[in-house]
């Protein structure tokens, strides 16, 4: 492979259908989210769900709670790869990343409170990863529910009491493949008959080609914007502004997107393929430059209710731009198309690290 050439064994991104799921609120009272927002969305989330069932299911991990929202190994049946495998993909601990993401649908600036007066509308994102999607019933009901008894700080509301403002679901869809359903119209839901991986198929027949005339195949440079605070170690260190490289970027791709394949993935790659492409994301870095002038750090911290104290929630944010020959930069865009659903580094689960290819 020449330096300029793109490693062959990145040409396909490892396959892992998601669906987006999209609701619309609407306010009926003062409702006050701190950041990141979409913290106290997942926090809420969590809650309904550990309420579906008793201590004893969660305790054999046969909950919706443990396996959407603890994700511990043996609830999700991670293969049994050597730690060498598992740790540069994220997975050698007690618990794998969970398979899904709530996020604001355009999200605040970073470390910015999400304030909403009575009748201010909002959306909100939820990405469900592989076969997540057949617990669209449940999930549905639940963010249906969830705002009813009011979110986040309380504040003082228009009658002059301090409380939770509720927000009330006005619409839901779900997106998938480029094919948008709508679920929720404000009156009545229409769920599809049956909610499983198949959707993903009916989906793919349905949605229109791929017009790859408009990939920008012979630009030499791609702009990629960190929206959200995005968390990422290399070789152990947190990855400050003047630390980000390609390299750090790399390490990054891969271990988010070979390891949610990995999990929750339809088919199960071998080691010698997990292997290969972190030989591949190694090459891809080398004739690559980031240019990370306009990348600040940004703080901020989140109250983690399992830790009992207050945890940091900041990162790197803002654009920078990849420069790298034609072929190379293709292949990036391929995979940074992937972590655009899936966002990048820690805390992904909550909205932060999300990516936007410009």
Not at 121 to 147: I, K, N, S, W, Y
Request: hydrophobic share 40%.
């Amino acid at each position: 492979m020449s330096p300029t050439a793109p490693p062959s064994s990145l040409t396909d991104v490892p396959p892992l259908p998601t669906a987006t799921l999209e609701l619309g609120y609407r306010a009926r009272g003062r409702v006050h989210l701190p950041s990141p927002p979409a913290h106290v969305w997942r926090g809420q989330l969590g809650y309904y769900l550990h309420r579906l069932a008793d201590e004893e299911s969660h305790a054999q991990d046969l909950s919706l709670y443990q396996r959407l929202f603890r994700t511990p190994r043996s609830a999700v049946g991670v293969p049994d790869y050597s730690g060498r495998v598992l740790g540069p993909i994220g997975l050698a601990g007690e618990h794998v990343p969970h398979p899904f993401v709530v996020r604001q649908a355009i999200p605040e600036a970073p470390a910015t409170d999400l304030r909403l007066a009575p009748g201010d509308e909002t959306a909100v994102e939820l990405m469900l990863m592989g076969p997540a999607v057949r617990h669209l019933p449940q999930l549905t009901a639940l963010f249906e529910t969830m705002g009813a008894d009011g979110i986040g700080r309380r504040v003082e509301q228009p009658g002059g009491e301090t409380a939770r403002g509720a927000v009330a679901l006005t619409g839901a869809a779900l997106r998938i493949e480029g094919v948008s359903l709508t679920l929720y119209d404000g009156a009545e839901w229409r769920l599809p008959p049956t909610c499983g991986p198949e959707l993903y198929d009916r989906a793919a027949a349905l949605a229109p080609e791929h017009d790859t005339n408009k990939d920008p195949a012979q630009a030499d440079t791609q702009r990629l914007t960190l929206r959200t605070p995005t968390r990422l170690r290399f070789g152990g260190d947190r990855v400050g502004p003047e630390a980000l490289d390609a390299d750090a970027l790399a390490a990054a791709l891969y271990r988010r997107v070979v390891g949610m394949a990995v999990c929750y993935g339809p088919a199960t790659p071998g080691a010698e393929q997990i292997a290969a492409w972190q030989d591949g994301f190694k090459a891809l870095a080398a004739p690559t430059s980031l240019h990370t002038t306009d990348v600040r750090r940004v703080e901020d911290r989140r109250y983690s209710h399992r830790q009992e104290r207050p945890v940091p929630a900041g990162g790197l944010a803002g654009p920078l731009r990849l420069e790298a020959p034609p072929g190379v930069l293709r292949t990036w865009r391929n995979w940074l198309r992937r972590a655009e659903r899936l966002h990048l580094g820690a805390g992904t689960s909550m909205g932060l690290g999300r990516v936007g290819l410009d």
